[in-house]
């Protein structure tokens, strides 16, 4: 593949030679109607033809200079031309975050502004024709843009004015999705878009989407009742230029499934998928075409970018079934699948403060075994003794019983505000929503934690070195752990770094510390006493899981750590 750099020199040393994309027919039309005198012979490559437009411009110019961009990520593009919509369900602010979710670039051309909610749409005024011109250039001109999905397109000026400028900066795929009416029923696009849509718009589509009530609409109001009608209709709007038709049937009635059937000239292939039973389904189409477009900028063929965005609307439909925004007949869901899981905790969770690192309880199932307890009895007995933090260390559970194990402990620490983490198990933390993970050297590492786990969670990494601390610190953790104090047989072949070890990777640290390693009721003071200010308190296991009494132990810890005076508790 030719890089960048070998760009840069050929254009230096105008030797007039560029190697350039595996590219579509549109690229090839455009790089034959360049005449660009000094632009000798150009050899299609493994490069993207949205860089080409770039160079080649540069060389138009006479540019002499082409920065070398190696460095530079490509990132897939998609530019959705779309309607906003004001309570974000459909829209301009659906196909951002059905494009976050399935991380792809989204840039925006908006052609109409609408008052909107679950209700219905009160009102609409369209962005003037010579702006939306204006906003296409700006985006095309400069940003390397792969795929473009339509939207809400309110005027045959608009449709126009994005048909030439897209003959104008080509890009890999046109997604169509012809909205015409809402979902409420109100009118988005009048009837008498349709022969500008069928003449100049369809014919350029890589695909298009449909719901029953558009693609009617388009056959001249033919009955769309069965998925055979469907069919039909897929091949009728075939004729009309798309190279795929999707029509998708969310609106089939009397369907236990929703079914879509997509049709590429050749085949027909049937997409079924359980049908959701919720309020929650505006913008369903707008995010399905805006997921597809996505798939599509990553270079997947079409029959997968289908199948992948009817999966994500199916996922991201089930996730919000009960989500209730607004009090109309037509909900928004969560395109990112996360707003759930906070707004249900009953007991919030507070941000993390180093002084929860007071009392660190981490279980140990082997223990636990020995003493037949189970590991929310455990957990609840330390909580009850003082434990500031708990640590779920379960190195032998099978997947499924840890993870049923946490949810219980979850609850219980949520409902006294202690923090619970996870030893290890990212999935695991992410499966339960846990407070955050604690990571050793040799696990996952914790920048990896941190982009998997979010901003907010608590990250803590095993240390035993400045040098640890400092990557602890610049990987984004929240506290450390050092260790091992003392010898454990806890921990198997763990070198011990003693009280002045603690002491050299306390001072370093920029992270706030818990000693572990060997501590209990009779050296915790000791600990505690080499008097680090970012010393914040002390990690247990056998001091309190391997006693008769948790609860009792666990309450003699917390008396002897009170009386230490640890730093800022
Ligand atoms: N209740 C539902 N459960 C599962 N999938 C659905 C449901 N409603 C719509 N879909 C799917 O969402 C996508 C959008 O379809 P549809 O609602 O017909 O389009 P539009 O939003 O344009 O009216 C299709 O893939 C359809 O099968
Ligand atoms: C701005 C805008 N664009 C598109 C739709 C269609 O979405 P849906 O059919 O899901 O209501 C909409 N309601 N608003
Ligand atoms: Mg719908």
């Given at each position: 593949?030719?890089?960048?750099?070998?760009?840069?020199?050929?254009?230096?040393?105008?030797?007039?030679?560029?190697?350039?994309?595996?590219?579509?027919?549109?690229?090839?039309?455009?790089?034959?109607?360049?005449?660009?005198?000094?632009?000798?012979?150009?050899?299609?490559?493994?490069?993207?033809?949205?860089?080409?437009?770039?160079?080649?411009?540069?060389?138009?110019?006479?540019?002499?200079?082409?920065?070398?961009?190696?460095?530079?990520?490509?990132?897939?593009?998609?530019?959705?031309?779309?309607?906003?919509?004001?309570?974000?369900?459909?829209?301009?602010?659906?196909?951002?975050?059905?494009?976050?979710?399935?991380?792809?670039?989204?840039?925006?051309?908006?052609?109409?502004?609408?008052?909107?909610?679950?209700?219905?749409?009160?009102?609409?005024?369209?962005?003037?024709?010579?702006?939306?011109?204006?906003?296409?250039?700006?985006?095309?001109?400069?940003?390397?843009?792969?795929?473009?999905?339509?939207?809400?397109?309110?005027?045959?000026?608009?449709?126009?004015?994005?048909?030439?400028?897209?003959?104008?900066?080509?890009?890999?795929?046109?997604?169509?999705?012809?909205?015409?009416?809402?979902?409420?029923?109100?009118?988005?696009?009048?009837?008498?878009?349709?022969?500008?849509?069928?003449?100049?718009?369809?014919?350029?589509?890589?695909?298009?989407?449909?719901?029953?009530?558009?693609?009617?609409?388009?056959?001249?109001?033919?009955?769309?009742?069965?998925?055979?009608?469907?069919?039909?209709?897929?091949?009728?709007?075939?004729?009309?230029?798309?190279?795929?038709?999707?029509?998708?049937?969310?609106?089939?009635?009397?369907?236990?499934?929703?079914?879509?059937?997509?049709?590429?000239?050749?085949?027909?292939?049937?997409?079924?998928?359980?049908?959701?039973?919720?309020?929650?389904?505006?913008?369903?189409?707008?995010?399905?075409?805006?997921?597809?477009?996505?798939?599509?900028?990553?270079?997947?063929?079409?029959?997968?970018?289908?199948?992948?965005?009817?999966?994500?609307?199916?996922?991201?439909?089930?996730?919000?079934?009960?989500?209730?925004?607004?009090?109309?007949?037509?909900?928004?869901?969560?395109?990112?699948?996360?707003?759930?899981?906070?707004?249900?905790?009953?007991?919030?969770?507070?941000?993390?403060?180093?002084?929860?690192?007071?009392?660190?309880?981490?279980?140990?199932?082997?223990?636990?075994?020995?003493?037949?307890?189970?590991?929310?009895?455990?957990?609840?007995?330390?909580?009850?003794?003082?434990?500031?933090?708990?640590?779920?260390?379960e190195?032998?559970a099978e997947t499924k019983d840890f993870l049923e194990s946490a949810?219980?402990?979850?609850?219980?620490?949520?409902?006294?505000?202690?923090?619970?983490?996870?030893?290890?198990r990212?999935?695991v933390?992410?499966?339960?929503?846990?407070?955050?993970?604690?990571?050793?050297?040799?696990?996952?590492?914790?920048?990896?934690?941190?982009?998997?786990?979010?901003?907010?969670?608590?990250?803590?990494?095993?240390?035993?070195?400045?040098?640890?601390?400092?990557?602890?610190?610049?990987?984004?953790?929240?506290?450390?752990?050092?260790?091992?104090?003392?010898?454990?047989?806890?921990?198997?072949?763990?070198?011990?770094?003693?009280?002045?070890?603690?002491?050299?990777?306390?001072?370093?640290?920029?992270?706030?510390?818990?000693?572990?390693?060997?501590?209990?009721?009779?050296?915790?003071?000791?600990?505690?006493?080499?008097?680090?200010?970012?010393?914040?308190?002390?990690?247990?296991?056998?001091?309190?899981?391997?006693?008769?009494?948790?609860?009792?132990?666990?309450?003699?810890?917390?008396?002897?750590?009170?009386?230490?005076?640890?730093?800022?508790?």
């Amino acid at each position: 593949m030719a890089s960048a750099a070998f760009f840069s020199t050929c254009l230096l040393a105008n030797k007039n030679y560029l190697f350039l994309a595996p590219t579509n027919a549109s690229a090839k039309g455009y790089i034959s109607n360049l005449r660009v005198p000094n632009l000798a012979s150009i050899v299609l490559r493994n490069e993207r033809f949205v860089r080409l437009r770039g160079l080649v411009a540069m060389v138009d110019e006479g540019a002499s200079k082409v920065s070398d961009d190696d460095s530079r990520m490509k990132i897939p593009h998609v530019l959705t031309v779309a309607g906003s919509d004001s309570g974000a369900g459909a829209g301009i602010q659906a196909d951002l975050k059905a494009c976050a979710a399935r991380r792809v670039y989204c840039s925006t051309v908006i052609t109409a502004v609408t008052a909107q909610n679950t209700v219905g749409v009160q009102g609409v005024s369209n962005v003037p024709e010579d702006f939306v011109a204006e906003q296409l250039k700006s985006v095309l001109s400069d940003m390397e843009v792969d795929v473009v999905k339509t939207g809400m397109l309110p005027s045959i000026g608009i449709v126009k004015i994005l048909c030439n400028t897209l003959k104008e900066f080509p890009v890999q795929a046109l997604v169509v999705d012809p909205v015409m009416v809402s979902t409420s029923g109100d009118v988005l696009a009048g009837p008498s878009i349709l022969s500008t849509f069928r003449e100049v718009l369809l014919p350029m589509a890589d695909i298009i989407t449909p719901n029953l009530k558009e693609a009617s609409a388009l056959l001249n109001g033919m009955q769309l009742e069965t998925v055979d009608d469907m069919r039909s209709a897929a091949r009728l709007l075939h004729n009309m230029g798309p190279k795929n038709v999707l029509v998708k049937g969310g609106d089939l009635p009397d369907s236990s499934d929703a079914v879509d059937i997509l049709y590429d000239g050749l085949n027909f292939y049937e997409l079924r998928s359980p049908r959701i039973r919720t309020r929650n389904t505006h913008g369903t189409g707008c995010s399905l075409a805006s997921c597809i477009a996505a798939e599509l900028a990553k270079g997947y063929p079409v029959v997968s970018a289908v199948k992948v965005a009817k999966r994500y609307v199916e996922t991201a439909l089930g996730y919000s079934k009960e989500i209730g925004i607004g009090n109309g007949p037509q909900g928004p869901f969560d395109h990112l699948l996360r707003l759930k899981s906070h707004s249900q905790d009953c007991h919030r969770q507070r941000p993390f403060s180093p002084s929860d690192l007071f009392l660190y309880a981490v279980t140990d199932s082997r223990m636990n075994k020995r003493w037949g307890r189970s590991i929310a009895d455990a957990v609840k007995a330390a909580i009850d003794g003082g434990a500031t933090i708990v640590q779920l260390r379960e190195k032998d559970a099978e997947t499924k019983d840890f993870l049923e194990s946490a949810k219980a402990c979850l609850r219980i620490c949520r409902s006294h505000g202690v923090p619970l983490l996870i030893n290890d198990r990212v999935d695991v933390a992410i499966a339960c929503d846990a407070d955050g993970v604690h990571v050793g050297q040799s696990d996952m590492p914790a920048h990896v934690a941190r982009t998997l786990l979010g901003p907010e969670k608590i990250i803590g990494v095993s240390c035993k070195t400045p040098e640890q601390a400092q990557q602890a610190w610049v990987d984004g953790a929240d506290y450390i752990g050092c260790g091992g104090v003392y010898p454990t047989n806890t921990k198997e072949n763990n070198t011990t770094v003693g009280l002045d070890g603690l002491k050299t990777v306390c001072t370093a640290s920029k992270l706030p510390v818990v000693a572990i390693g060997g501590i209990g009721v009779s050296n915790a003071g000791a600990v505690m006493e080499i008097g680090v200010p970012n010393l914040k308190g002390v990690a247990v296991v056998s001091a309190l899981f391997d006693r008769e009494s948790i609860l009792t132990e666990t309450k003699k810890l917390h008396s002897v750590l009170l009386g230490s005076n640890v730093g800022g508790t």
